[in-house]
């Protein structure tokens, strides 16, 4: 109980802006993953997966005070569902759960599977010192 206490302590949390999000260009497979580009140079591994209007959003990103944070899954239709319940840096990694909320009575979805993006700013700042070199991913249901 000690050692749980003391690492949500140590865990910091980052507040985060959404940049852009809809339909990824590139397929990663079935694992939703998250690519953190502290560069324009670094921000490319965004780019080659995205739309050109969401890709021009990250490469105007001011490198100098932020970072960008590429999610990336096979939701599909469900996407629309997906919601962020947190961002929080603990050492060198960075961790993002998210939450699949239920679908509401009488409505109806499809049942398409195809992959979707969301674009996130972070603040230099708000991450503390150094950058996260891990990104984890988590996803729940509600």
Known sequence: MLAAAASAAAARVVPWHLL????????????????????KAAAHRLVLRVPPKAAQTVLRL???RKVALGIFGQFGCR??????A??????ALLRVRLVLRPLAPGNAECLAIYPTFRLLSLERSDLGPGLPTRVSVSLARA
């Open 62 to 64: 001011d490198y100098g």
């Open 79 to 84: 996407d629309a569902r997906v919601r962020f």
């Open 86 to 91: 947190g961002i929080d840096r603990n050492g």
């Open 20 to 39: 852009a999000r809809g339909v990824a260009t590139n397929n990663d497979g079935a694992a939703t993953i998250g690519i953190l580009a502290p560069s």
